[in-house]
């Protein structure tokens, strides 16, 4: 949208005006933040009735993108961006005297997801929009996000995130487009004289639900997709048997909070409700736009939209569709039975066992006993079907309901046309191992879309010196089109090119250190190398091999201060589940080596150790571009992508990571030499688990450096440890080392050396560099979102 610097101006001032009564002299950043968000608001309302409008009357199909965790971050830049108003905006308010960096910070972090599945979530609705693709999300507005990580004496201390203090100026209530949701009482079929089983209900418990829309804007378009979020609310109107405070607690408490965990199933009532809740308030408000609005005939719905299934959260869409199909809209069971399947899709983001959600029979049935019938007739129809064509083994490992449970990723892959991993290694080993049973009997359904990242936010918002510098090499198509990166491989001899791109490096470490010593309160010298590890602490993950790494360079200092060592900043972002205890300790053990080396004169500015608290989308922003280099060292097969990888790849950053997820594609894209790669292998992790032949107690006997090590973790080397060294000194060498750290170790100094080594050759480091930003063009989401588009959810992109 064409905006010029006057209009803006003028609009902004009226505004602040209007809205708060003030001025420019008087003004807070909150007020100028909210007067600005309406401007900008004003300026895309018409583009986003517009575009609706356009697709009420071309009738398109559209996709809807359930998810229970959407992770946006700040929406400011990124709307001002889309809108192709960051610069006109920037330069008019520098005109009053504001800059529109400080007033970003009044922003709260939109931070209603926990990590990886969320923030995908939130990328994929930057790039469909930007890509013209008719899609939309669906999930909760949880009125407490992810907690606040607060770190005191080394450990992790969780803070409410009551982010909608201030207002929310982006989304929009729509009260008009309520719906109910009900729960619990008793449900029974009655024959209605033409043969049809009507279900009959009572004493149920009834909740509303209001939908929050929020624009998904695109970038330099004309389309914006919708992200609606559901929030709980008491009806109006109510049976005396609810009318207690009881009742109304708990149906606030629906939309309330996040559940602060990742990888990991929590079989709490409450999570169950948070599920049914928004994918019932979810599919009602799509039937009820496309049978009111549209006129559309139900019986071929699966023509006009598209439901993903993302993770197996929200898969109790499978039964709930098929309810409205049957019960409220009449149509018969298999014919409402191959719509669903069309319909729905699933991805599967992780094979981690304790991720794998199963509710017991007896709570879905009471909570939801309609939905339980109908559950109940899938398997047995399903069942009664297969049997007799693939036996009763396959037939038996594959049902929905088993051992009093129900499994929802089977009903996930029973009930969807489509699962899918998100890359290559894990959709082979959902295919191979893990999902084998299903791959026989559906080998169809079964395929690979590699994630992706928002390149958008994830460089020309978080690292404008970079795209500067990218611009003037070779021009500004590739902002259109990531592949367009591949033009810099000209560049790679080119003394100017990589001149600036370590200039640009080393300014955006530089911005890093000055956050560093404001958080942190240390100094961290901007020539060493900026080593960054940040995603959610798990096991899986081992930051712990980071750590002990880490301890190994320091000894090897203490031993002899004079060495010659490229000095190193290593720098931690993690939150860890509340209720991960182990995970938990591993948080206060780093922090506690970092008290440790950082006070240590001997060490001087060699090492130093940051933990940044309250890792975020914000925070990920400004660290991502700084480092040097990115640890993506989970144990091979655990983890299923990764996307931080991918947005260290965009920035320049160098990776030392393992043949795990989408790590291994990355590896590939920028070509060998560019990253450092160690580790044992998905197939090396997979014998030792045929042969159950690893003992980390032998390395730990035999392997000086280990021993060393890991003593310090027990014998008080580190101040201040208290039992947390114990506790992680026996995961290794009395539980025999679930991931394998102490397997990993040496090959992993050795890449390390390496690494090293090739910083001291600046030039070839910048040219890894340059290769890395060259090649990251398939990383983007904008390629994922096509490939749902095409395979999956057969929706077309509009056209400029
Ligand atoms: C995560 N899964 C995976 O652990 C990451 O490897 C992956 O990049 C992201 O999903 C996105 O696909 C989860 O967050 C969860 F919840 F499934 F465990």
Redesign the pocket.
Same mark, same amino acid.
């Given at each position: 949208m064409k905006l010029s610097k006057k209009q803006f101006k003028q609009d902004f001032e009226e505004r602040l005006t209007s809205k708060f009564a003030t001025d420019l002299t008087k003004a807070g950043y909150q007020e100028i933040y909210d007067a600005l968000a309406s401007v900008v608001k004003h300026y895309y309302a018409n583009i986003w009735v517009s575009d609706n409008q356009y697709k009420d009357e071309t009738g398109k199909k559209q996709a809807y993108y359930f998810s229970i965790e959407f992770l946006p971050g700040k929406m400011l830049k990124s709307n001002l961006l889309n809108l192709g108003m960051l610069k006109t905006v920037r330069e008019g308010l520098e005109d009053f005297g504001i800059e529109l960096d400080e007033v970003a910070k009044v922003e709260p972090d939109m931070a209603i997801g926990?990590?990886? @599945?969320?923030? @995908?979530a939130s990328c994929f609705m930057d790039s469909l929009a930007s890509t013209g693709l008719p899609g939309n999300g669906n999930g909760i507005r949880y009125r407490y996000g992810l907690f606040k990580q607060k770190i005191i004496d080394g450990y992790q201390v969780e803070l409410p995130d009551s982010w909608l203090n201030n207002g929310n100026p982006w989304e929009v209530r729509r009260a008009d487009k309520a719906v109910e949701v009900t729960f619990g009482g008793e449900v029974w079929l009655e024959d209605d004289g033409k043969g049809n089983l009507i279900p009959h209900y009572k004493d149920q418990e009834r909740v509303l639900a209001v939908p929050y829309d929020t624009p998904m804007i695109g970038y330099e378009n004309t389309t914006v997709n919708n992200m609606c979020l559901w929030r709980s609310e008491v009806p109006e109107e109510l049976d005396p048997k609810f009318q207690n405070l009881e009742y109304m607690r708990q149906t606030s408490m629906l939309s309330a909070e996040l559940y602060p965990d990742?990888?990991n199933y929590d079989g709490r009532l409450l999570r169950l409700k948070q599920e049914y809740f928004f994918v019932s308030a979810g599919l009602q408000r799509i039937l009820h736009h496309y049978k009111g609005t549209q006129k559309k005939d139900i019986r071929r719905i699966s023509d006009y939209i598209a439901v993903h299934i993302n993770?197996t959260h929200p898969a109790l869409c499978v039964p709930e569709f098929m309810r409205l199909l049957v019960d409220d809209y009449g149509v018969g069971w298999n014919r409402a039975w191959d719509t669903t399947v069309k319909v729905m899709s699933y991805?599967n983001?992780?094979i @981690?066992s304790e991720?794998l959600e199963k509710w017991p029979e007896e709570m879905v049935k009471q909570l939801l006993p309609r939905i339980y019938q109908i559950i109940v007739e899938i398997d047995r129809r399903r069942t009664a079907e297969l049997l007799p064509k693939i036996g009763a083994s396959l037939v038996h490992n594959t049902r929905i309901i088993k051992d009093g449970q129900i499994h929802m990723a089977n009903l996930s892959i029973i009930g969807s046309h489509s699962t899918n991993g998100?890359a290559k290694l894990h959709s082979d080993l959902l295919k191979d191992v893990e999902l084998h049973d299903f791959y026989e009997i559906y080998p169809e359904r079964f395929n690979n879309k590699t994630?992706g990242i928002a390149d958008r936010r994830w460089i020309q918002i978080a690292n404008e010196r970079l795209s500067g510098i990218i611009d003037e090499t070779i021009g500004k198509s590739w902002r259109h089109d990531l592949d367009e990166l591949k033009l810099l491989k000209n560049f790679k001899d080119d003394e100017k090119t990589l001149e600036k791109l370590q200039k640009a490096k080393y300014d955006d470490k530089l911005r890093l250190a000055a956050l560093i010593k404001e958080k942190n309160g240390i100094i961290v010298n901007p020539d060493a190398i900026f080593d960054v590890q940040v995603k959610r602490l798990h096991a899986y993950k081992r930051q712990l091999l980071n750590a002990l790494h880490i301890l190994k360079l320091y000894f090897d200092l203490k031993e002899n201060p004079e060495l010659d060592r490229v000095p190193r900043v290593f720098i931690f972002g993690a939150k860890a589940a509340p209720s991960y205890h182990y995970a938990k300790s591993i948080i206060k053990c780093i922090n506690e080596i970092a008290n440790m080396i950082n006070n240590d004169q001997t060490v001087k500015d060699k090492l130093k150790v940051v933990f940044m608290e309250n890792y975020n989308v914000s925070l990920a922003e400004m660290i991502i571009p700084a480092a040097n280099v990115g640890e993506q060292i989970s144990l091979a097969s655990k983890?299923?992508?990764?996307?931080s990888n991918m947005k260290f790849m965009l920035n320049g950053t160098l990776t030392i990571g393992t043949l795990d997820?989408?790590n291994i594609e990355i590896f590939e894209a920028a070509g060998d030499g560019n990253n450092f790669v160690f580790g044992l292998t998905k197939d090396e992790v997979y014998e030792y688990y045929r042969n159950g032949n690893y003992n980390a107690r032998d390395i730990f006997e035999q392997n000086p450096v280990v021993n060393r090590i890991l003593n310090a973790l027990i014998d008080g080397t580190i101040p201040n440890i208290k039992s947390e060294g114990r506790e992680i000194f026996d995961s290794l060498t009395v539980y025999n080392d679930e991931y394998f750290v102490l397997r990993d170790f040496n090959d992993y100094v050795r890449a390390q050396a390496d690494l090293e080594k090739l910083y001291r050759d600046p030039k070839a480091w910048a040219q890894a560099s340059l290769m890395n930003i060259a090649n990251v063009g398939r990383f983007s989401s904008d390629r994922t979102v096509k490939e749902y588009a095409d395979d999956i959810w057969y929706i077309k992109a509009k056209k400029e």
């Open positions: 926990n990590g990886g @599945l969320g923030r @995908l990742d990888s993770d991805t983001h992780t @981690l991720a998100v994630n983890e299923a992508s990764g996307t997820g989408a």
